[in-house]
């Protein structure tokens, strides 16, 4: 099928510019917002009704004659997309802080779970002394921001009272506000949102990109918070119950897209928005998962930074076959590092003294590339 066959697509047909062979330094490839970070092809994807209908990988040097062959609904948008992978990612300002979060690198966020049942660390952290412990621990290997939680949302979980989940989380925001790190409130209810946030939270991260609680979007909307949507299907208790895509990297795109556009319409500027496809949220374990880490540069075009949760996860174990959580260190480093290799801005992390020194690493390798494309 050639590109000119795609004149009869409905109004409703959408394309994916999905960025292909990342490179770090020098001059030739699609530019991206990731400082040194470059993309040698693309792969453009067209979905009509739910269907692939045409898909071409096409070098970065004939991308623009190709765009400019399709349909016009089609071309508008991936020029959208294409601007939007290339735009600088401005600083995200936080609330109460003098310091913005910038993305001059990738940015650790440490888990700290102050839950009795969370898959990897449920009970470790429940008393507020061993939580703020817990944190200055992760703060002094390196953590850039602590996402404190309250309710597991791992399989099969049970909601928590949202008076009983403040109670777990702002005591340990109130102790860390002398420690120079943002902190970001890990919740899906509006009220535990607006409890963390006049504690000194300074970062929303709700499992269910604004939905779960009608209020939750009002709030956010409020705070001038900078907001983290991650994609879920289905709600903890049921969202490994039968997960189904059509294709789940697009179908993953397109509600990061109407979520995107239901926060702009309520107030909340695109600039304070991160994204998260939601790895081990209501996803096949292996095949979704991988197919969303292989595919991080589509969620590029967004125009938001990326943050990537797969710590400890299960289609690690059922990768490895690893069963005990605490024990997929080498896995979780090396699903960080291919996150960070694709343009992931934010990878949230039990392990920060390992993440940290590989991190280290890499950002030394792409920095000694970037300088060496420019001799």
Same mark, same amino acid.
């Given at each position: 099928?050639?590109?000119?066959?795609?004149?009869?697509? @409905?109004?409703?047909?959408?394309?994916?510019?999905?960025?292909?062979? @990342?490179?770090?330094?020098? $001059?030739?490839?699609?530019?991206?917002?990731?400082?040194?970070?470059?993309?040698?092809?693309?792969?453009?994807?067209?979905?009509?009704?739910?269907?692939?209908?045409?898909?071409?990988?096409?070098?970065?040097?004939?991308?623009?004659?190709?765009?400019?062959?399709?349909?016009?609904?089609?071309?508008?948008?991936? /020029?959208?997309?294409?601007?939007?992978?290339?735009?600088?990612?401005?600083?995200?300002?936080?609330?109460?802080?003098?310091?913005?979060?910038?993305?001059?690198?990738?940015?650790?966020?440490?888990?700290?779970?102050?839950?009795?049942?969370?898959?990897?660390?449920?009970?470790?952290?429940?008393?507020?002394?061993?939580?703020?412990?817990?944190?200055?621990?992760?703060?002094?290997?390196?953590?850039?921001?602590?996402?404190?939680?309250?309710? @597991?949302?791992?399989?099969?979980?049970?909601? $928590?009272?949202?008076?009983?989940?403040?109670?777990?989380?702002?005591?340990?925001?109130?102790?860390?506000?002398?420690?120079?790190?943002?902190?970001?409130?890990?919740?899906?209810?509006?009220?535990?949102?607006?409890?963390?946030?006049?504690?000194?939270?300074?970062?929303?991260?709700?499992?269910?990109?604004?939905?779960?609680?009608?209020?939750?979007?009002?709030?956010?909307?409020?705070?001038?918070?900078?907001?983290?949507?991650? /994609?879920?299907?289905?709600?903890?208790?049921?969202?490994?119950?039968?997960?189904?895509?059509?294709?789940?990297?697009?179908?993953?795109?397109?509600?990061?897209?109407?979520?995107?556009?239901?926060?702009?319409?309520?107030?909340?500027?695109?600039?304070?928005?991160?994204?998260?496809?939601?790895?081990?949220?209501?996803?096949?374990?292996?095949?979704?998962?991988?197919?969303?880490?292989?595919?991080?540069?589509?969620?590029?075009?967004?125009?938001?930074?990326?943050?990537?949760?797969?710590?400890?996860?299960?289609?690690?174990?059922?990768?490895?076959?690893?069963?005990?959580?605490?024990?997929?260190?080498?896995?979780?480093?090396?699903?960080?590092?291919?996150?960070?290799?694709?343009?992931?801005?934010?990878?949230?992390? /039990?392990? $920060?003294?390992?993440? @940290?020194?590989?991190?280290?690493?890499?950002?030394?390798?792409?920095?000694?590339?970037?300088?060496?494309?420019?001799?």
């Amino acid at each position: 099928m050639t590109v000119f066959d795609l004149e009869n697509i @409905s109004d409703g047909a959408r394309v994916y510019l999905v960025p292909v062979g @990342s490179v770090w330094g020098g $001059v030739e490839g699609m530019r991206t917002a990731v400082p040194g970070l470059r993309f040698l092809a693309a792969k453009i994807v067209v979905r009509d009704g739910g269907d692939l209908i045409w898909q071409r990988h096409v070098p970065a040097g004939e991308l623009e004659g190709v765009l400019e062959a399709l349909p016009e609904s089609l071309r508008a948008q991936a /020029h959208v997309q294409k601007a939007a992978l290339e735009a600088p990612r401005p600083n995200i300002a936080l609330p109460g802080r003098d310091m913005p979060l910038a993305f001059t690198k990738p940015r650790i966020m440490g888990v700290l779970n102050v839950t009795p049942d969370s898959f990897s660390d449920g009970g470790q952290y429940l008393d507020a002394d061993a939580a703020v412990r817990r944190a200055r621990q992760m703060i002094a290997e390196g953590a850039d921001i602590i996402d404190i939680g309250g309710e @597991s949302t791992r399989p099969g979980a049970k909601p $928590v009272w949202e008076g009983e989940e403040a109670e777990r989380v702002v005591p340990v925001i109130e102790a860390l506000q002398s420690d120079g790190v943002p902190l970001s409130i890990d919740t899906r209810h509006s009220f535990v949102m607006e409890k963390a946030l006049t504690a000194g939270a300074h970062i929303i991260n709700d499992v269910s990109a604004l939905e779960y609680d009608g209020d939750s979007i009002g709030v956010a909307a409020g705070s001038n918070a900078p907001v983290v949507l991650m /994609h879920s299907q289905g709600t903890p208790e049921t969202m490994q119950d039968n997960p189904s895509y059509g294709h789940v990297l697009y179908d993953v795109y397109d509600y990061l897209v109407s979520r995107i556009q239901a926060c702009e319409i309520a107030g909340i500027d695109r600039a304070r928005l991160i994204m998260d496809p939601g790895i081990g949220f209501g996803k096949r374990v292996v095949q979704d998962n991988l197919a969303l880490i292989s595919g991080l540069p589509l969620f590029l075009t967004l125009g938001c930074p990326i943050l990537l949760a797969a710590s400890r996860k299960r289609f690690i174990g059922a990768i490895t076959g690893e069963e005990e959580a605490s024990r997929r260190v080498p896995g979780s480093l090396t699903a960080a590092l291919r996150g960070v290799e694709l343009g992931a801005q934010i990878i949230r992390v /039990h392990d $920060v003294a390992e993440t @940290s020194q590989a991190l280290k690493l890499v950002q030394a390798f792409h920095d000694a590339a970037i300088m060496d494309g420019q001799l």
